[in-house]
């Protein structure tokens, strides 16, 4: 197993260009399916282990994959698919696999997909989903831990969520563009990745409004062709440099990124202190000094996003006062608490909310990244820490970075790969 050692104290300094955005790719890819002809090609693709399961699913399906890794470039043809299954040695792998079920039922009439089960943030059921697949007309079954769908043909029809979903609103997207009538999908997530997703689908001959605001209305169209994408610039690898930044008293420009995809976020890091400086497609900010404490709440797009609460703890551990962090996302989204307390951070969790007591130094420890987020939220406070830190599980962070030390030390951080063999 690999782990990152980090010599902190360093001050992240200097330019760098996000990839794609992961969490609109893995739908991209999903969305590939949809194309009854042509050759589907995504652009500035991050080579992550989630991009490869999703490669592995879609090959399993019958799918033809080819990855250009200099360039970053997917390139994905569908026509030969000759199987409706995605199993459970890759679902379980990566929940974001069930984002399938969606385009192959559209387009089959017939899915199986592994049920997801819950991972290390939560419970994260896919119920959602499914009532949306009910209500476009298929019968939904459990049969052995899997959901099976099966629908001559979709019918449109009005699909409400309890709660807004960002991967349900996208499978149900993807259901419903060769439906046949009209779908709405009210109280949708209103992720900007959804709008990518949705700006993709209609260059593909979809027609779909409303994505980006809690409506959104598909009418369905006969067929769909393969398209060229270039997706939007990934937030939360910008927001983890930019967080990166902040605990490290330093001055980092992100670039390929849209400002509007991280206003709240953006908000919040000037209340710490930060200076940010905006343009059209960048990001930037100085830190002076030590943060100050600040308040959070995460919450659905536009509200702060889950997936940058364990950066801001991280950056949030040395500031100046105490914090409040209140998850209302993931049940689950607090388990690198633990690990910041190796570092000499001073939590502590209530419930949903932790308190966070700014201490003046964190001093490196050895800690274990349990997902992404955590991983990169441990990242960072071990930029912040003195001495040594080192990371254990990094594969968790390689989910959803490319090389991050690589990126990382572009920077100018002390930060290196060991395998521990
Ligand atoms: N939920 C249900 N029923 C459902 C679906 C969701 O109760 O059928 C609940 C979840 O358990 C959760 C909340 O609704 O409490 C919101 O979950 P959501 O469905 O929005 O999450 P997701 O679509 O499974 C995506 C991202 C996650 C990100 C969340 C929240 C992708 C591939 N994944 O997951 O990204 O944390 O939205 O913004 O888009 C990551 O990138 O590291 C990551 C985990």
Known sequence: MEYFEIHGGVPLEGEIKVFAAKNSVLPMMAAAILAQSGTTRINNVPDIADVRTMSEVLRRLGAEIEFDRQNNVLWINTENIRSYEAPYDLVSRMRASFLVMGPLLARFGTARVSQPGGCAIGARPVDQHIKGFARLGAKVTEEGGYTVARAKKLIGNTVVFDRPTHTGTENIMMSAVLAE????????????????????????????????TSIITIDGVDTLRAVEHTPIGDRLEAGTYLFGAIATGGRVKVKNVSPASLRTVLCKMMDMGAEVTTGRNYVAVQMRGRPRAVDII????????????????????????????????????????????????????????????????????????????????????????????????????????????????????????????
Not at 336 to 347: D, F, K, P, S, W
């Open 181 to 212: 009538g009209r779908t709405e999908i009210i109280n949708a997530a209103q992720d900007p990745e959804i709008v990518d997703l949705a700006k993709m689908l209609n260059k593909m001959g979809a027609k779909i409004r409303g994505a980006g």
């Open 298 to 421: 995460t919450d659905p797009f536009p509200g702060f996003p889950t997936d940058l609460q364990p950066m801001i703890m991280a950056a949030l551990t040395i500031a100046e006062g105490t914090s409040v962090i209140w998850e209302r996302i993931f049940e689950n989204r607090f388990i690198h608490v633990m690990e910041l307390q190796r570092l000499g951070a001073n939590i502590t969790i209530s419930g949903d909310r932790a308190t966070v007591v700014g201490v003046e130094n964190l001093d490196g420890a050895t800690v274990m990244a349990s997902d992404i987020r955590a991983g990169a939220g441990l990242v960072i406070a071990g930029l912040a820490a003195r001495g040594k830190t080192v990371v254990k599980r990094v594969y968790h962070i390689d989910r959803g970075y490319q090389r991050l030390e690589e990126r990382l030390r572009l920077l100018g951080a002390s930060i290196e790969r060991y395998d521990e063999n």
